[in-house]
């Protein structure tokens, strides 16, 4: 079966869906932020099929956030590490995490964030890095891109008018 391919989206997040691909990948990417790098190391981490993880560690290749580099000649052997684009998606992994965290029981808990250097816990915020201001969906809208066309500011105005409380 053939995924959809959201790269011709206008919106961001589909597109940013589609560069990361599923589930398996978002956790191939939680490992490689954990220091894992080579095929064997996934595996052993995740339990994938083999065929799956080539799949994954390929796309992720393709689309950026990995680059695979050789380290060993005979048999030839690759480890994959995180471009910038892929270092990229570390809050995105974090707030998953968070979100996680916060919707199953406390007992369930085998990791929480901390601290690389003092191993305090950590708590995740999203935050508008221009005023320090936490983001929530009450204060936080989508405004149109340069790439918007029509039926983009058409929803958006429909979207304002809905926030302010003013019949469309």
């Excluded at 003092?118 to 405004?143: F, H, I």
């Amino acid at each position: 079966m053939r995924r959809t391919s959201f790269s011709d989206f206008k919106c961001p997040a589909a597109r940013a869906l589609d560069s990361v691909g599923d589930w398996w990948s978002m956790l191939i990417l939680r490992d490689a932020f954990q220091g894992l790098s080579r095929f064997d190391e996934f595996q052993k981490s995740l339990g994938v099929a083999p065929n799956i993880l080539t799949r994954r560690l390929k796309h992720l290749t393709e689309k950026g956030l990995f680059e695979r580099r050789l380290y060993h000649q005979r048999p030839a052997r690759y480890e994959y590490l995180l471009t910038e684009k892929g270092r990229d998606f570390f809050p995105v992994l974090m707030t998953l995490f968070s979100w996680g965290s916060r919707h199953i029981p406390a007992e369930d808990l085998a990791f929480l964030l901390g601290d690389a250097a003092s191993g305090r816990e950590r708590e995740t915020m999203l935050v508008d890095a221009r005023t320090g201001e936490q983001m929530t969906p009450e204060n936080t809208s989508l405004l149109a891109g340069p790439a918007a066309d029509d039926e983009v500011h058409e929803r958006i105005a429909r979207m304002r008018a809905w926030y302010l409380g003013i019949d469309a």
